[in-house]
């Protein structure tokens, strides 16, 4: 009998450690979204931004995961990297999605400073065991070729080096559709958004799952 004993208790024992990985895969997550306007659902009722899609669609799918949109209108990436060393102490993110840089851009920001500020909130969040999403923008040649070039490139020149994954462009195949915007033409309409996830959703699924 004690022979038996000992064979259903190291059977339970291997039944367990089999079960351990599982269990701390399917924890559930909280991802922070540390973006501006395109994200804080500017001009839209609230639940229809890609956001709010993006939590429908991973409960749909049933991923254990909470977002949380830290997201605000007119941010910088100056205004997220002072925010971001609070918001990781008060959320503890197990994943980051940072969407920023579009009104350094459009303000004609030094490259450099927007650069630098990306680069301090990737790195400050790979600190604290956070994974990293980076989502890029591209701008109007309002303020000359070399300035978009450099504007653009900097987001694929972090990702590698940081070792990041990127979503280039998250207004691909929106962009180039006036239909879809408010009428201050800057800020897609609640129609965009569907679309807006479907460019970072992999990346953003893949994130959240720990991939």
Do not use: C
């Amino acid at each position: 009998m004690l022979d038996q004993f000992k064979r259903w208790a190291a059977t339970g024992l291997l039944l367990l450690g089999a079960a351990a990985p599982a269990t701390a895969y399917s924890a559930p997550k909280t991802v922070l979204v540390l973006g501006d306007s395109l994200s804080a659902e500017y001009g839209l009722a609230r639940g229809t931004g890609w956001v709010a899609l993006a939590e429908q669609k991973l409960k749909a799918e049933k991923v254990d995961a909470t977002i949380v949109n830290a997201s605000i209108s007119g941010e910088t990436t100056s205004g997220g990297r002072a925010r971001l060393a609070a918001l990781v102490k008060q959320y503890r993110p197990d994943a980051l999605v940072i969407e920023l840089g579009a009104n350094d851009g459009l303000r004609g920001l030094p490259v450099p400073a927007a650069e630098a500020n990306l680069r301090a909130m990737i790195e400050l969040a790979q600190q604290n065991k956070a994974r990293v999403l980076l989502v890029g923008m591209q701008i109007p040649p309002n303020y000359g070729r070399d300035y978009t070039q450099r504007f653009t490139g900097m987001y694929g020149k972090l990702a590698k080096e940081l070792k990041v994954p990127l979503v280039p462009f998250m207004l691909e195949g929106v962009a180039d559709k006036p239909a879809l915007f408010q009428q201050d033409r800057m800020h897609p309409t609640a129609q965009a958004h569907p679309a807006i996830l479907a460019n970072i959703w992999p990346s953003f699924v893949q994130l959240v799952q720990g991939r």
